[in-house]
């Protein structure tokens, strides 16, 4: 073995370029995997609606404490918490439905040929 002279660069650069020649690349999918599961957007939808109120519920009970102003500024930011957390949750339904679009477009595209 010690007799065995180690392979140089070149070799060993000619031998990958031949490697990759010979390779085709990866199967395709038929269909790719889905980009989120149904109970993880499920998830990510409750939390964009609940963090609206919980962040304008705490901004306006702050602003309260800190004015002396109870519980009119809670109340303001509990509903303009509520008013963001709704746009959120529009804004990312609005996101997934055009991704599912954008699939469904180009496994229509892929079936056709």
Not at 56 to 62: C, Q, S
Not at 84 to 97: D, T, Y
């Amino acid at each position: 073995m010690a007799d065995d002279p180690l392979p140089s660069l070149a070799d060993l650069d000619r031998r990958l370029k031949e490697a990759r020649d010979t390779v085709v690349g990866p199967p395709e999918r038929e269909t790719p995997p889905p980009t989120s599961s149904a109970y993880g957007s499920a998830m990510r939808l409750g939390v964009e609606f609940s963090s609206g109120f919980v962040v304008g519920g705490l901004i306006g009970w702050a602003l309260d404490r800190w004015f002396g102003t109870r519980p009119w500024l809670m109340v303001t930011f509990f509903f303009l918490g509520a008013a963001a957390g709704m746009l959120n949750v529009i804004r990312v339904v609005r996101r997934m439905q055009a991704e599912a679009d954008a699939q469904a477009d180009e496994d229509s595209d892929l079936k056709r040929g």
